[in-house]
């Protein structure tokens, strides 16, 4: 097995206030890894920094990417190399049709990559296939990116897009908040659907709940910056009886 | 670095040296002396083979002109324009009475050619499979008058236009063929004694385009004038005149571009519209004049008097504008809303970036009974340029249930630019309604990060979201011309964010 993502001492500051401490963690190919753990523990944290986003600043540690340092890559590279993030909380963009995000941000990919623009026919048909695979109705595409959207709407508009561009590491941060068990089914069959041995996940959440239906092959629990605890898919039952206060007292 | 700096820094940096029309084009061409006198009116007026009443006309606003005082209340700071430092007319040489198009000085027509406006009508025509005569072709096809400096060297489809009943030409061409209309309607909507810029144009204008549509006439095709200042310390001063007689419809689109020089360029056009009884006129604009490069050095003095007249009952009067050229834009596109149940519209895209400062909006002036006006302002501010929306909504005593909407949204890309909205609201009339809405944002980090994550890169992110902002007024333009506005606002943002 190799390694798709590995995270070495990571240390994150933001605004002067460090957030990761030294994180370590290694995802290879064909995993599922969990991350659980209490709010604040900086898990959010972790998914903007593998992503790119600004405003977090690296003291120290490395993020290798199929081998290669991530953190000196712009983030749209990173996203047109296969790095992929659903967001905790996905933004609104009005006036841009989402029909025409997907096939800007698929063709920017692409063209970052080298390959051709996908031809209009071919972009609907692969929209449409994996619009039925999730139950999204294709009215849904005309409107603006996640304006006025229903909080499940946008979660699956988030799995829509990672089934579009077929990343092969694909970060998912909280996609259980604010699903009712129904949408979490459907949005939790998209991902199991691109579970293939060269991809691999890191699916972040608060709750065991969303690990019935995404098993993982590691979780990690983060408490203050750090991976406290790591161990195979029953650590997240236990957590479920247990609760976190246990981590929270060691990390204190 | 973390690209938050980053982003600050590349705003810091103010790129707006991408400016892609700013090509010079090497043809001879015949100025007049430098400065400004009754000499050189009378030489404007002599090279335009004028009628006398033309003459005195222009004599008339001149010796106003000397007596008015340049106006000082807009939000535009520039240094004093030495009114004598400037050539007032300058011509491609040898450009009097073509026959044909073939005549054309070809290295103008490469000129336009790089702008992307085809002149030659064969190639307009190329595309379209039609038989003579009757049938209106299914794809849209569009007249272009090109203003090169001060003189028309090319109107298209003429022929075609003419068998509409509908006046298409260079408004010099106007003067003489048809000096009853001319004089009828030139500066009943603008008069010479207006403001300081439209009184110096009354003077010294050069071209710009007629249009008489005849009533009950639905103009065929789209018109359009590309404007395009060539010579250096030249100022161009052009005149368009438009008129809609009853029942009759006009859409009508220009586009302006200047190349890239040190010094600021002066530009101070008038634009008059008469619509009668039931008429229509569509009057678009994409305005991109050189704006200066990253130090705020040269760009185009764009000082503009556009007003409509809905003069007629339930004539409509629309303006849309996409700006996001010159160095100062001082520009209002108004409508006198006359006849009973008129409308008026105004929708603006007004983009500055660099050292860019604008200051524009509208006025709507009802004056007769259940006049209606909306308006759409979407101003977006990047750089170190300032960005005013100014307004003015008034109802006349006797305009009994006028109405209007305006709603204006500000976009800050960075924290070096400034937005700012003034509106006026005067309603002599207790039954006018007049709503306001008015909105200022930042671009959201958050929201470009999204689009960066997806794969976009930050120019092509800060592109999709104002182009996603500016939506609404994009629609109002013809379809042909909003797929290049749209790249054009792209364009113009380059090198705002990081
Ligand atoms: N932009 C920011 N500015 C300041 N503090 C932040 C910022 N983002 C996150 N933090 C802080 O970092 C810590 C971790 O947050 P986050 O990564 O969102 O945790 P989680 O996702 O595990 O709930 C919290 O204490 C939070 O307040
Ligand atoms: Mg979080």
Redesign the pocket.
């Given at each position: 097995m190799s390694a798709l993502l590995e995270v070495n001492n990571l240390k994150v500051r933001?605004?002067d206030?460090e957030?990761?401490h030294g994180l370590t963690l290694t995802v290879n190919k064909g995993q599922v890894h969990a991350i659980m753990?209490?709010?604040?523990?900086?898990?959010?944290?972790?998914?903007?920094v593998i992503a790119g986003k600004p405003?977090?600043e690296v003291t120290d540690g490395e993020i290798l990417f199929e081998g290669d340092d991530l953190l000196a890559m712009e983030p749209d590279e990173r996203a047109a190399k296969g790095v992929f993030l659903a967001f905790?909380y996905p933004v609104e963009i009005p006036g841009v049709a989402t029909m025409n995000f997907l096939r800007t941000a698929l063709n920017a990919q692409r063209k970052a990559r080298g390959e051709a623009e996908m031809s209009t026919p071919d972009f609907l048909k692969k929209v449409r296939e994996v619009c039925t695979r999730l139950n999204i109705p294709q009215d849904m595409l005309k409107r603006g990116v996640n304006v006025g959207f229903s909080g499940g709407e946008k979660k699956r508009n988030e799995v829509l897009q990672m089934a579009l561009f077929e990343p092969s590491l694909c970060i998912l941060?909280?996609m259980d908040s604010g699903l009712d068990i129904d949408a979490l089914r459907i949005a939790a069959d998209g991902v199991n659907a691109l579970r293939t041995p060269d991809r691999g996940f890191v699916v972040?959440t608060?709750y065991q709940r969303l690990l019935n239906y995404i098993v993982p092959d590691v979780v990690h629990v983060?408490s203050h910056?750090r991976v406290v605890k790591s161990g195979g898919k029953e650590l997240a039952l236990e957590l479920e009886e247990s609760g976190y206060a246990q981590f929270e007292d060691k990390a204190a | 670095m973390p690209a938050v700096q980053e982003t600050v820094d590349r705003v810091r940096q103010i790129d707006v040296d991408q400016y892609r029309y700013g090509f010079e084009t090497l043809i001879e061409s015949e100025k007049a002396p430098k400065g400004l006198d009754e000499d050189t009116v009378r030489f404007i007026s002599a090279k335009k083979d004028e009628p006398a009443w033309m003459l005195e006309w222009r004599l008339e606003a001149f010796r106003r002109w000397q007596t008015m005082a340049e106006p000082t209340w807009a939000r535009v700071d520039y240094p004093k324009i030495d009114y004598q430092d400037l050539y007032y007319y300058a011509a491609p040489k040898q450009t009097k009475a073509l026959a044909s198009l073939d005549e054309v000085d070809p290295e103008i027509l490469r000129t336009y050619e790089k702008l992307g406006i085809s002149l030659r009508e064969q190639e307009i025509l190329a595309g379209v499979v039609r038989p003579d005569g009757e049938g209106a072709p299914e794809e849209r096809r569009v007249a272009v008058d090109a203003v090169f400096d001060s003189v028309s060297v090319a109107t298209t489809f003429q022929a075609e236009l003419k068998k509409a009943g509908v006046i298409f030409m260079p408004i010099s061409h106007a003067i003489r063929e048809h000096p009853e209309l001319v004089q009828k309607y030139l500066g009943s909507v603008v008069p010479t004694s207006d403001n300081f810029f439209a009184t110096l144009n009354s003077a010294v204008f050069s071209d710009g385009s007629f249009v008489y549509v005849p009533p009950g006439v639905r103009c065929p095709m789209e018109l359009s004038t590309y404007f395009r200042i060539n010579e250096k310390n030249t100022g161009q001063f052009e005149r368009t005149l438009i008129i809609a007689d009853k029942g009759a419809y006009v859409s009508y689109l220009e586009g302006c571009t200047a190349p890239q020089r040190d010094e600021n360029q002066l530009h101070a056009a008038v634009v008059e519209l008469i619509a009668h009884d039931d008429a229509e006129i569509k009057y678009s604009t994409v305005q991109n004049w050189y704006p200066g490069n990253s130090e705020g050095q040269g760009g185009i003095y764009n000082f503009v008097t556009k007003r409509g007249d809905c003069r007629g009952r339930n004539s409509k009067i629309s303006w849309t504008q996409v700006e996001t050229g010159s160095a100062i834009t001082w520009k209002y596109p108004s409508c006198i809303l006359r006849g009973d149940n008129s409308r008026g519209e105004f929708y603006s895209i007004a983009i500055s970036n660099g050292y860019q400062q604008v200051d524009s909006g509208t006025k709507m002036i009802h004056l007769g009974k259940n006049t209606t006006s909306r308006v759409i302002s979407k101003g977006i501010a990047a750089g170190k340029s300032q960005n005013t929306y100014r307004g003015l909504i008034s109802a006349h005593r006797k305009a009994t249930g006028a109405r209007n909407f305006t709603a204006c949204d500000s976009l800050l890309i960075g924290d070096k630019c400034g937005a700012h909205t003034v509106p006026y609201v005067e309603a002599k009339n207790s039954s006018a309604l007049f709503e306001h809405e008015a909105t200022t944002s930042k671009i959201s980090e958050d929201v470009l990060f999204y689009c960066v994550q997806r794969g976009l890169s930050q120019e092509e992110a800060v592109g999709l979201v104002v182009n996603g902002f500016v939506k609404d007024v994009l629609q109002q333009l013809p379809m042909e011309f909003a797929v290049e506005a749209q790249k054009l606002i792209s364009i113009s943002l380059e090198g705002s964010v990081g």
């Open positions: 933001v605004e206030r957030i990761l753990g209490p709010n604040g523990s900086g898990k959010s944290t972790l998914s903007h405003g977090y905790q941060d909280e972040i608060h983060m910056g | -």
